[in-house]
């Protein structure tokens, strides 16, 4: 089990714009082809 490749801008777009509209992380990571940790791990990331 390898690292995934970085998210890309769009990918982040898309990420704050499910959170913004209420998604879970578990089904915004289905619904862009990445693991959960990665949403938690980049929303974590943002905050700071």
Known sequence: ???EKPLS???KVQIK???ESG???FIIAKKIG?????VS???RN???
């Open 9 to 11: 801008d769009f990918e």
């Open 23 to 25: 998604l879970k992380h």
């Open 1 to 3: 089990m390898g690292r």
């Open 17 to 19: 714009g499910y959170i």
């Open 34 to 38: 990445r693991s959960q940790n990665v």
């Open 46 to 48: 943002e905050a700071d």
């Open 41 to 43: 791990n980049f929303l």
